[in-house]
């Protein structure tokens, strides 16, 4: 009976705490990288309108697949589109000559080794892959 | 007519695993294919009636290749070659763009080469691939040189261009101009020796979606004292003229809706030439022509846009252009209804009808012409 009471005390006590943030989607880049950003310029990165850090370095993009929770999570706060319009607006940005590459795809792990690799890269993981490899830089919300 | 160029060599070089870092050259390309049929009524000059004219045929739209690669560190390049299917039932392979990139940063960014105008918001956003546009065809005002089109839509020169904040934006264009004749693009030599300049400015405003912008083109035109055929036919005779192009635009593209304005003014000032009848030298000339197209479209559930644009070209109502071939008093208007369906992320197909009417002081009984089109299009 104790056991069963210090059982429910627990459950009780984690549902009061506040909301972790495993299930939040962060922008992140490399350890090294240092430069601030808020949404607006998130949003213009990876929009492709800024493609220079501060340092006068390129921007290297890398997005998950577009039906992951960190994808869909990107596709409507940043793009405000759809996964269709998504592929279609980096097409025509290539095809215009105002990129030369499309993001790259990368996802959970793959993407903490290509933040590591690529010191210029920005991407975006969910709150429980984030350790001290990489930098947060920005919830999106 | 289209210029008939030589193909060339496609370099294809497999770069390391490191992204955008060297060579790794990407092959994408566009076409389509179009059923059209049409039917022109207008006066037959002889007899005064009516008179339809019929046509209906299936044309192959253009084979559009593009490469593109980054060449290292904030250097990058692109072609756009296009195997296109003549008037004349030929095909001809024509290089529509070719540009060598530096990009040192996101104010400056440096293109040489072969490029489209910056003559407002669509030559810039759209080229020579139908699958990125949503109707079937291009505005009126839009037309390719070689296809009657009024506007120099392409340049061969140096393009600046530049993003303040991502909010400001500039385009610079120094380029070779016109030619002669207004079908020429200049691609290997200039007939004078005047640049022509171009600027425009625009603003992406904080509602998103939204961008207004504005632009300023000036050349000179040589003059032409050549007749195209032996019987004196062809592009008329004109004298030497400077040219300025002001343009404007508001365009809209979020939340499923499209809608895209635009305005141009083409102003002409001819040295007066006997031969196109100007016939006292002391008299300069003047033309203005206007052209303004609407264009809305909305995308339902992702797949479904269907569309509506206006568009109108107005010549000058004192004299003809003889450069543009733009009669006296023109008064050109279309109007187009339809529909593209996204058949998949690569597929699209297209349905429309255009209504289009013409009439100019010589020619006071307007022409129409009613045309439905259907048109696959496919990105690869």
């Known amino acids: 009976m104790l056991r069963a009471f ?51 370095k390129s921007i290297v993009l890398a997005v998950p697949d577009l039906a992951s929770p960190e994808g869909e999570k990107m596709l409507e706060k940043i793009y405000g589109n759809s996964a269709k319009e998504y592929k279609k607006f980096w ?49 999106i919300d | 007519m289209r210029s008939r160029t030589m193909a060339g060599v496609f370099f294809i070089a497999l770069g390391s695993a490191a992204p955008h870092a060297m060579a790794e050259t990407k092959i994408s390309g566009f076409s389509d294919v179009t059923f059209e049929s049409t ?26 290749i593009f490469l593109a690669s980054s060449l290292g560190d904030n250097f990058s390049w692109l072609s756009e070659s296009v195997f296109a299917a003549g008037g004349d039932n030929n095909s001809v392979l024509d290089v529509e763009r070719l540009l060598v990139k530096y990009s040192p940063s996101d104010l400056f960014n440096v293109s040489v080469g072969r490029f489209h105008t910056a003559l407002g918001y669509w030559n810039d956003t759209y080229h020579h691939g139908r699958w990125f546009q949503t109707p079937i065809t291009r505005p009126s005002v839009y037309l390719f040189e070689d296809e009657g089109g009024i506007l120099p839509v392409h340049s061969v020169g140096v393009e600046i261009r530049g993003l303040f904040k991502s909010r400001f ?12 004749t207004s079908d020429l693009v200049q691609i290997n030599h200039d007939a004078d020796s005047q640049k022509a300049i171009n600027l425009l400015l625009y603003y992406n405003t904080p509602l998103d979606g939204l961008r207004i912008g504005a632009g300023l083109y000036k050349d000179f035109i040589p003059e032409n004292k050549t007749p195209l055929n032996p019987d004196g036919s062809g592009f008329a005779l004109h004298g030497k003229a400077s040219e300025s192009i002001v343009d404007a635009h508001l365009v809209y593209k979020a939340h499923q809706v499209e809608f895209l304005n635009e305005y141009h003014q083409i102003t002409h000032l001819y040295k007066a030439n006997p031969s196109n ?39 000058d109502a004192d004299n003809s252009d003889p450069y543009l071939a733009v009669a006296k008093g023109l008064k050109h208007g279309t109007n187009i209804l339809g529909v593209r369906f996204d058949a998949s992320d690569t597929v699209s197909l297209k349905a429309e009808v255009a209504q289009d009417s013409q009439k100019s002081d010589a020619d006071p009984d307007a022409s129409t012409v009613s045309a439905y089109r259907a048109n696959v299009c496919w990105a690869f």
């Open chain 2, 39 to 64: 039917n022109a009524s207008h006066k037959d000059p002889s007899t005064n009636e009516k008179v339809n004219d019929k046509t209906s045929q299936f044309f192959l739209g253009d084979i559009d």
């Open chain 1, 6 to 56: 210090l059982k429910a005390s627990f459950l009780v006590f984690l549902a009061g705490l506040p909301t972790v943030s495993f299930a939040d989607t962060f922008i992140v880049t490399s350890a090294e990288n240092k430069q601030s950003l808020d949404l607006d310029q998130v949003i213009s990165i990876f929009k492709g309108d800024v493609q220079k850090w501060e340092s006068g």
């Open chain 2, 277 to 315: 009848g100007f016939t006292d030298n002391t008299v300069k000339t003047t033309t203005k022509i206007t052209a303004i197209y609407s264009q809305l479209a909305y995308t339902l559930r992702d797949v479904y846009s269907p569309y509506f644009r206006y568009e109108s070209i107005t010549g």
């Open chain 2, 169 to 180: 934006g500039y385009i610079f264009n120094l380029a070779n101009g016109r030619g002669p």
């Open chain 1, 91 to 139: 097409m025509q940005k290539v095809f215009k000559g105002e990129a030369s590459n499309p993001p790259e795809n990368k996802n959970g792990d793959s993407m903490k080794q290509f933040l590591k690799a690529y010191p210029d890269a920005i991407g975006i993981l969910p709150g429980s892959l984030i350790d001290a490899s990489v930098r947060k830089v920005i919830k």
